[in-house]
């Protein structure tokens, strides 16, 4: 355990937060810490009835390009994961969940956030709803069978860690939740 002798905030954002910390490591040796802090987020990984799954395709400003991930949106203050997931789902992909799978949490880079990703898999009804993204969002729906999926993660065509964190856990601790087929 590290002990805090200090902690300051440098920037307070609309989305994050970055203290800068002061620690003792251990006794006579301190150092500093950069944690951006994050309300955290819910990843989900829906599927049609005909077996497809629903990822999004979007682009990001850090990397300068449009990247395939996982669905996936950040809490409100307060707000229940659960609740975020089906909010977030009809919202970015107009589609509704027949059932809502907790598959645990995962923190995406806790070197330096204190992020906490959500993760769900969403066995989705097949009926949509008008979707409603964010107004600075642009995000395009992409149906995929999990055989696809597979290829584009052996082919490094997904490198969004949120994303291929979400597969692992629904490969490898629900793998009965699954509908194989298409």
Known sequence: MEKTLASRTVFDGKLLCLEVIDVEVEPGVESVREVVRHPGAVVLLPQLPDGRFVLVRQFRKAIEEEILE????????????????GRELAEETGYVAAELHNLGTMFPAPGYTDECLHVFFARLTGESVERCPDEDERIENVLLAES???????????????????????????PELVVRGS
């Open 70 to 85: 996982a669905v996936a949106g950040t809490l409100d203050p307060g707000e229940d994961p659960l609740n975020c997931a």
């Open 148 to 174: 696809e999926i597979e290829d584009l993660i052996a082919d490094g065509e997904v490198r969004d860690a949120k994303t291929l964190g979400a597969w692992m856990l629904l490969k490898g601790r629900r």
